[in-house]
Structures are given as structure tokens and as C-alpha cells.
């Protein structure tokens, strides 16, 4: 599904290049549920923006389900990136004046569906995480759980070829996040979806199949968990 073949990435700062990801090859199969782990600073963020196609610019080959998927424009990158990638992020990125329901449709309606067309797939989505009760509520008036559960339904509502989840369980207490990487691993077995992890809790590394490594840039080793 994704197959990146000596990837570099530079990011130019005043006038300093910095050299952020170094000859990255890196395989990922449908149907994975891998870890990236890594000290702070080391690329972890950099490498899954450039997998999730919010970052266009940089050198080597990146083929997506066949398909040479660099040197894209932006139209191009964010078209690719609406209909194939669902995004969950540490903070929830939830709209405060939003119910849960018009949160969830968000990425539908980018898509171009109509507001009636979306609300049978944002209760599937709502029912898939658990809190189908909670659709008409505001996100303050849920949890931090909670509402994690909200961004994920909002990432797999458009089923999306694989969705990504930078730091998921960094703003969630240790009870939480078991719940919530319990979640992610009942996706991936049950619903078969794809996902990317970025984490530095080893606990919730180990719910995913595999672990990459990144430091400084590069990928230090890689491991395969047994499940837990
Ligand atoms: N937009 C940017 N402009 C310049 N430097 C950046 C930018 N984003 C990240 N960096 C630098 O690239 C390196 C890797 O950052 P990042 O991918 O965010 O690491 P991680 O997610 O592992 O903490 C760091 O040195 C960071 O300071
Ligand atoms: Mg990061």
C-alpha cells in the first residue's frame, strides 16, 4: 500500500538546511497496525506528514497503492489526502460549536456529500466507537475519552485507506488510554482498518503489530509485537 524508497526531507531554516528525514525505505501493507516511536525531535511527526500527503516536498520515491505519489501538486496532494487518510491527533481537534454529529460529517462534507447523506454514516461511525448516545452533545460535555472516540469516528467515517494518529493517548490518563488503544486494535482486527501510530508510551505501542524506530531522521529498527 505504501512503499517509500530513499526519502529525504530537508527543512530550511533561516540559512541552515536541516536535514529532517534521512533515506527513509519503509514498507506498509494494508491491514497494519504499526507503532512509530522515537526520541522528541527525531522525525516521527515529519515522516507520517509526508506519508499522509500534508507534505509534498521531498526527495525519492513514494508509491501509494501503485501509484507514484510525489512531485503532486497541493490540489493534487490534499484531494489524495481527503479520500484516502483519516487524521487523529493528540489535542482531538474537535469544533467546540459543533455537536458531535456535524463534527463527525466534517470529512463527508469536504467529500462533497450533502448533510442528509451523512447521517446514517456518522451514526455507523458513532456505534463503531461506542458513544451513538452521544450525538447530539457538545464536545465539552464529553470526556477527554470521550471525545478521542469522536476524532476517530470522524477519521474512519469516509472509510479512508488508512488513517493516521500522532501522539492519540499523550492528552489521556493511563485508564483511558487503555480504553481507547483497545479501540484502535478491535478496528484493526474487526473492521480491518489500517493505522499508523505515533507514540512514546510503550504500553500503547505495544496493542500495534509492529514498531518502527526513528532517530535523528533515520529508521533505527524495526521489531514485531506478539499480540497482547
Ligand atoms: N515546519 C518546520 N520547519 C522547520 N523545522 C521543523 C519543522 N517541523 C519540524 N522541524 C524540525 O524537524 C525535526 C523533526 O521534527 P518532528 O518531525 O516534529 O519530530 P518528532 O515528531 O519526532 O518530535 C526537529 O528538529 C524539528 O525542530
Ligand atoms: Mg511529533
Not at 529532517?20 to 507503532?35: N, P, Q, R, W, Y
Not at 472516540?149 to 488508512?162: K, L, Q, W
Not at 479501540?183 to 499508523?196: A, D, G, P, S, Y
Amino acid at each position: 500500500m505504501i512503499v517509500m524508497e530513499g526519502i529525504n526531507k530537508y527543512y530550511q531554516v533561516d540559512q541552515e538546511k536541516i536535514h529532517v528525514l534521512k533515506d527513509i525505505s519503509l514498507t506498509i501493507d494494508e491491514h497494519e497496525f504499526v507503532a512509530v516511536m522515537g526520541p522528541s525531535g527525531s522525525g516521527k511527526s515529519t515522516l507520517i506528514n509526508t506519508i499522509s500527503f500534508l507534505d509534498g516536498d521531498f526527495e525519492g520515491s513514494y508509491k501509494f497503492m501503485g501509484e507514484n505519489a510525489y512531485r503532486y501538486n497541493d490540489e493534487k496532494l490534499s484531494a489524495l489526502r481527503n479520500r484516502s487518510v483519516g487524521f487523529v491527533f493528540q489535542s482531538f481537534q474537535l469544533i467546540d460549536n459543533n455537536t458531535i454529529m456535524e463534527n463527525v460529517a466534517l470529512p463527508l462534507l469536504y467529500g462533497g456529500m450533502k448533510q442528509s447523506q451523512t447521517e446514517d454514516l456518522v451514526m455507523e461511525a458513532l456505534e463503531k466507537v461506542g458513544i451513538a448516545d452521544k450525538y447530539n452533545k457538545l464536545p465539552k460535555q464529553l470526556s477527554g475519552g470521550q471525545q478521542q472516540r469522536v476524532a476517530i469516528a470522524r477519521a474512519i467515517v469516509g472509510n479512508p485507506t488508512f488513517i493516521v494518529a500522532d501522539e492519540p493517548t499523550g492528552a489521556l490518563d493511563s485508564r483511558t488510554s487503555v480504553e481507547i488503544m483497545n479501540l484502535f486494535q478491535r478496528l484493526n482486527e474487526e473492521e480491518k482498518v489500517t493505522i499508523l501510530m505515533v507514540t512514546h508510551d510503550p504500553d500503547s505501542a505495544a496493542y500495534c503489530k509492529r514498531t518502527i524506530t526513528v532517530k535523528d531522521g533515520e529508521i533505527l529498527e524495526e521489531g514485531v509485537h506478539h499480540a497482547v
